[in-house]
């Protein structure tokens, strides 16, 4: 079964701590897996991919395929931050859609 | 200025409906797709076309309802068949040769009353 999931639904940190969004995934074979953020009042859009290896605004994400995992890191938290982020895998099927987990919401406080 | 264009951003309907919500892309995108958001949930894949004239279901496809007769337009029908309409949709597009970077619409979200 193709699965993502984001075990929590809220995260709450404060601005200039280390951050960590938990994503996990359930795939057979080589997997392709994204990081979208929604902030407020604007459209969902990408912010990175596993394959490009990028780091995007201070975010990194790393592969782990021994854990099955793809935690979003960034060593230190800013207000702007504070977002909806979702963990996506690209299916072998149904037009390569995306899975998206449920979905992480981050807070950062001053 | 390129994008997708989703309408009506607000729609209230009584039961019983039907409904349809407009998507339309201006990015020369081949492929379409229809999410569904709702809280603790995530984003669910309801219907995708990858080409004009074509389209499949995703993951929970009944009660809704779509067409794909232009490049640029994919509206969804939100039969009266949906039981639990209430939602966020969202509609999203991509190049063929997908990368898995989708463009997505500002939101549809429909009211039940």
């Known amino acids: 079964a193709q699965r993502v999931t984001q075990p929590e639904k809220l995260l709450s940190v404060f601005k200039g701590a280390p951050v960590e969004l938990k994503c996990n995934y359930s795939?057979?074979?080589?997997?392709?897996l994204f990081w979208y953020v929604q902030y407020s009042r604007q459209r969902l859009q990408l912010l990175l991919r596993h394959i490009s290896r990028e780091s995007i605004k201070g975010f990194t994400a790393d592969l782990n395929k021994g854990e099955t995992s793809f935690h979003l890191k960034k060593p230190f938290a800013q207000e702007e931050d504070s977002a909806m982020y979702y963990c996506?895998?690209?299916?072998?099927?149904?037009?390569?859609?995306?899975?998206f987990g449920q979905g992480t919401e981050l807070s950062v406080k001053p | 200025d390129g994008g997708i264009t989703q309408s009506p951003k607000y729609l209230f309907r009584k039961e019983g409906q039907n409904v349809t919500l407009s998507c339309e892309q201006n990015l020369n995108h081949d492929a379409m797709y229809w999410y569904r958001q709702d809280p603790g949930q995530g984003l669910r894949l309801i219907y995708y076309s990858q080409i004009v004239n074509d389209f499949q279901k995703g993951d929970i496809a009944e009660g809704y309802s779509v067409s794909r007769e232009k490049k640029e337009s994919f509206p969804l029908t939100v039969t009266s068949a949906q039981k639990n309409p209430t939602a966020f949709y969202l509609c999203?597009?991509?190049?063929?040769?997908?990368?898995?970077?989708?463009?997505f619409g500002e939101g549809s979200r429909l009211t039940v009353l």
């Open positions: 996506a895998l690209k299916g072998y099927n149904q037009g390569g859609k995306l899975i």
């Open positions: 999203a597009s991509t190049l063929q040769g997908y990368t898995g970077e989708l463009f």
């Open positions: 795939y057979s074979g080589s997997p392709e």
